[in-house]
């Protein structure tokens, strides 16, 4: 970069010495902020970025149009240094930087730091500073579970109650403590063996033959649903028999307790687990089809489904990216995406698909939330209840965080679709999305429609008033266009003065009432003033076609067609100014539907 003839002249030492500066290094202009002078280390660090020779310092650190609000580079200010930071976007890159500003021989000095590498090592150090905080914070919660029921088995048996009996050798019941009065078949009992509900000894009784030769045996019992550990011994102050009833129940449940609770532990490690190779694979794979896929194959299991699908927003209104299904038809999973689709759907006046179009009668839906708060997504699942709550959301919320920056990424990469002067998209952005209606109409039946726009006396205008008048109306036209269409339209520019737009889940009625509204409401009485205050009208020509009355490669031709014949009608009435160019023939249609505007 040159310096301009309004800024200040370096001497060849003070030229040299900014030159042989290590760090990089960019001189700004105090008069209109430009980036006047920069060193090697500059260019080798923003490499393209400083391609353009009206670049300014707030344009190429903050992308802004406008100096910052609190800019230190105020002309005869001599502020103290302070270091500031910024991201530059580049070569499909981001650039993440610090810089320092102050006053150096005539410029603002802005001396910049590379900070890529920290912030890099920041972000994964705060990843794994929370993947780590996150198993801690499992690992903690199954350990109090763990000590805080094998806790409550020590007191429970330590508490428990036990039924003492002293029976003679014929098995009748001569004394009993109170720990048996309370047993539910107390009341009845007359021998031992109607204790535990029966009416005979039981035929494994140690005690058949007499307690004599009885050491001492234990049995088990179930009564009633309830658990029961039998002591059988031979008395020692008298003939007969003493038997100890220890009621084992609680202890029995809490043991299963503890082997489900042990269940549940090595599932939530299966889970840590899970998440952590999801999260290994986020980072891994460019591709987001495949990364849903991934998900689902390894989540359905973890809360036992056999069956779901998982419908990924674009980032253009009324459109998928893509979706991924187990246990699902073709059939089904186009009636589900056409009901996703739907107008309700898709500007949020339902958060849900209706019933009627899923294709199980139970099933779970999921809006997949962005790190926003808005919807990326659905995930919809068969047969699911509310126990897996918990593990839903542990997958889930990383799942939506996932796309949503994918859709980021994907959002960034669209501006190189824009037209330049305008602002709206171009021609070729124009056919990909095209294509894209086009295979779902191929697939859901979902028909759309094209609209072609062209400004009248275009040329009339640059030659009165300059081409700087034409782009005023072509501006202005784009601006009309673009405010007229819904979410999911795209207006593109894809000539001088002509525009294409596509109209999305319409038909030719639909298009057709686009265009009257359009220019009876919106372009009608348009007045567009030029740099020398001359107000010039703007007019413009309009056709449409729909995929319902013709095949979806005829309708740009067939609506291009029928805008010239709305040219021709304006050009009669101004016959100096008329086109040359002839009216295209006729698109074949796709059925016998008539159409008129």
Same mark, same amino acid.
């Given at each position: 970069m040159q310096e301009s003839a309004t800024n200040p002249q370096l001497t060849p030492a003070s030229a040299q010495l900014f030159a042989s500066l290590p760090a990089p290094a960019l001189l700004i202009s105090p008069v209109d902020h430009r980036i006047a002078i920069c060193n090697k280390a500059a260019v080798a660090l923003l490499g393209s970025a400083l391609d353009n020779p009206q670049l300014t310092c707030h344009t190429l650190l903050h992308q802004s149009d406008s100096p910052c609000d609190d800019c230190a580079m105020q002309p005869g200010i001599d502020s103290a240094p302070d270091i500031r930071s910024a991201t530059i976007l580049h070569d499909d890159n981001s650039n993440f930087l610090k810089y320092q500003c102050a006053w150096w021989e005539g410029y603002h000095l802005l001396t910049l730091y590379d900070v890529n590498r920290e912030i890099k090592l920041l972000r994964a150090i705060d990843l794994a500073n929370k993947e780590q905080q996150a198993k801690l914070v499992m690992q903690d919660r199954r350990q109090r579970e763990v000590l805080a029921t094998l806790g409550h088995l020590e007191q429970?048996?330590?508490?428990?109650? !036990?039924?003492?009996?002293?029976?003679?050798?014929?098995?009748?019941?001569?004394?009993?403590?109170?720990?048996?009065?309370?047993?539910?078949?107390?009341?009845?009992?007359?021998?031992?063996?109607?204790?535990?509900?029966?009416?005979?000894?039981?035929?494994?009784?140690?005690?058949?033959?007499?307690?004599?030769?009885?050491?001492?045996?234990?049995?088990?019992?179930?009564?009633?649903?309830?658990?029961?550990?039998? +002591? /059988?011994?031979?008395?020692?102050? !008298?003939?007969?028999?003493?038997?100890?009833? #220890?009621?084992?129940?609680?202890?029995?449940?809490?043991?299963?307790?503890?082997?489900?609770?042990?269940?549940?532990?090595?599932?939530?490690?299966?889970?840590?687990?899970?998440?952590?190779?999801?999260?290994?694979? /986020?980072?891994?794979?460019?591709?987001?089809?495949?990364?849903?896929?991934?998900?689902?194959?390894?989540?359905?299991?973890?809360?036992?489904?056999?069956?779901?699908?998982?419908?990924?927003?674009?980032?253009?209104?009324?459109?998928?990216?893509?979706?991924?299904?187990?246990? /699902?038809? !073709?059939?089904?999973?186009?009636?589900?995406?056409?009901?996703?689709?739907? #107008?309700?759907?898709?500007?949020?006046?339902?958060?849900?698909?209706?019933?009627?179009?899923?294709?199980?009668?139970?099933?779970?839906?999921?809006?997949? &939330?962005?790190?926003?708060?808005?919807?990326?997504?659905?995930?919809?699942?068969?047969?699911?209840?509310?126990?897996?709550?918990?593990?839903?959301?542990?997958? +889930?919320?990383?799942?939506?965080?996932?796309?949503?920056? #994918?859709?980021? %990424?994907?959002?960034?990469?669209?501006?190189?679709? %824009?037209?330049?002067? %305008?602002?709206?998209?171009?021609?070729?952005?124009?056919?990909?999305?095209?294509?894209? !209606?086009?295979?779902?109409?191929?697939?859901?039946?979902?028909?759309?429609?094209?609209?072609?726009?062209?400004?009248?006396? &275009?040329?009339?205008?640059?030659?009165?008033?300059?081409?700087?008048?034409?782009?005023?109306? /072509?501006?202005?036209?784009?601006?009309?266009?673009?405010?007229?269409v819904r979410n999911g339209d795209v207006v593109a520019r894809t000539g001088g003065d002509e525009f294409l737009i596509l109209l999305t889940n319409t038909g030719s009625d639909g298009a057709a009432a686009f265009i009257r509204r359009l220019a009876d409401t919106m372009i009608q009485g348009t007045l567009v003033t030029f740099a020398d205050g001359v107000k010039f009208p703007l007019e413009i020509s309009l056709g449409c076609a729909g995929t319902d009355e013709f095949a979806p490669e005829e309708i740009i031709k067939e609506a291009d067609r029928r805008m010239y014949i709305e040219k021709e009608k304006y050009y009669q009435q101004y016959p100096d100014r008329r086109r040359t160019k002839p009216i295209p023939p006729p698109a074949d249609k796709g059925n016998d539907k008539k159409f008129s505007l």
């Open positions: 429970m048996i330590d508490h428990i109650p !036990e039924a003492v009996l002293s029976v003679d050798e014929s098995f009748f019941i001569l004394k009993q403590n109170k720990a048996a009065d309370a047993f539910p078949t107390s009341a009845k009992a007359q021998r031992c063996f109607h204790l535990v509900g029966r009416t005979a000894p039981c035929a494994d009784c140690p005690a058949q033959e007499g307690f004599g030769a009885v050491t001492e045996h234990i049995k088990s019992h179930t009564v009633g649903g309830f658990y029961f550990t039998e +002591t /059988i011994s031979k008395s020692p102050t !008298e003939d007969g028999g003493l038997l100890l009833f #220890r009621d084992t129940t609680r202890q029995i449940r809490l043991v299963e307790q503890i082997r489900e609770q042990q269940e549940n532990i090595t599932r939530q490690n299966e889970i840590l687990s899970g998440l952590a190779s999801f999260g290994t694979y /986020i980072q891994q794979e460019t591709s987001l089809s495949n990364v849903v896929d991934f998900f689902l194959r390894l989540f359905l299991p973890v809360i036992h489904a056999d069956a779901g699908v998982i419908v990924v927003n674009d980032i253009r209104p009324g459109n998928i990216l893509c979706h991924v299904q187990q246990g /699902i038809g !073709e059939a089904e999973i186009t009636a589900l995406i056409r009901a996703y689709l739907s #107008r309700d759907m898709q500007t949020d006046r339902l958060n849900a698909i209706p019933q009627e179009a899923m294709p199980w009668p139970q099933c779970r839906q999921i809006s997949l &939330l962005g790190t926003d708060g808005g919807r990326v997504g659905l995930l919809a699942l068969k047969d699911v209840d509310g126990e897996h709550e918990e593990n839903i959301k542990l997958f +889930t919320e990383p799942l939506g965080a996932c796309i949503h920056n #994918r859709l980021l %990424t994907m959002k960034l990469e669209e501006k190189a679709n %824009t037209d330049p002067l %305008t602002g709206i998209y171009n021609r070729g952005y124009f056919h990909r999305v095209l294509e894209m !209606e086009q295979e779902k109409f191929k697939k859901l039946h979902l028909h759309h429609a094209v609209v072609v726009a062209d400004i009248n006396r &275009l040329k009339h205008a640059n030659d009165l008033y300059g081409h700087e008048a034409g782009d005023s109306l /072509i501006v202005t036209a784009s601006a009309l266009l673009s405010q007229a």
